[in-house]
């Protein structure tokens, strides 16, 4: 290992006084696509990370936290899973998470970036692990928003794994309630819309209790977990919503049950995490309680 002071640093800060220093051992990749910049390099402790704006998306050692977490609450709790759609989910991993699940007739993931695309499919395969080339991948190259809008297909189980909805963002013209109501007419009666919601993290919840207020709007039931993501350093939010599925109050056992349909082994989800990701602290349910701005 080279001393410390030898090393270059990927610096990602989570305030203007906070920050995650991560030892750069290799950049495969590091410039500017149509829509933001891209990087992917490997750490010594985390391994290959891709890299948007500045923010870690996911990393080589704890992806499968962060994607069992975002896509098998939403797809247990379903009434119908065979039509899901992912809005962004650039590395694929979401796309392979939903696959496993042998009752996804067809799951269309849309994402902006094809050069994202393309670099996880060179440099980060262990992400997809083959799933973009399943029959029952329908990968689409553009805005997920302008896609909607073309397609009137209705899904069972809607993903969305989008960048932070920050003001040069790509995914910012997603989050308002023009945009909700349209995600919401693209769901299926019994169906679930989940969402990557930012952080949990006490110094840094109020995008998500933002998130969270405007969707109460929409939905009878918005449900808020979260989990300890180690690449990001932080406890990383999720929403599920719908009108007929409290997904946090799925029984143990029935979520236990549908994991033995999913091909491959879960890394990090069953029934015991899913009670620990919908057991929220004081601090955040209060937060979630309070007044506050909305999209
Ligand atoms: N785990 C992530 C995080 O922490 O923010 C999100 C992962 S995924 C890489 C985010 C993807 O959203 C990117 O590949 C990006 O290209 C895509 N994206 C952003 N805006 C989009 C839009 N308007 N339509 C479709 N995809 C979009």
Redesign the pocket.
Known sequence: MPKTENWQWYVEESAPTEAHHHAIENVYFSGRSD??QVAVISTPVFGKM?I?DG????SQGDEKI?HETLVHPAMAGAADRSEVLI?????GATLREVLRHPGVKRCTM????GL?VDLSKKYLPEWANGAFDEPRANVVIG???AYMREHDERYGVIIS????PLED???N??FNENVFRLIKSRLADGGVYVL?ASTAAFNNYSLHCKMSRTLRRHYKYVTSFFTFVPAFDTDWAFLACSDTVDVAGLDPGAVDAYGKNLRGESFFYDGQTHRRLFSLPLYLRRALAADGPVF
């Open positions: 829509f933001q891709l948007l923010d870690t998306q996911s962060y809005l962004g989910g650039g590395e849309v994402d902006i970036d994202v805005d997920a928003l794994d989008l960048t932070e963002s790509p995914s013209i997603l990557q």
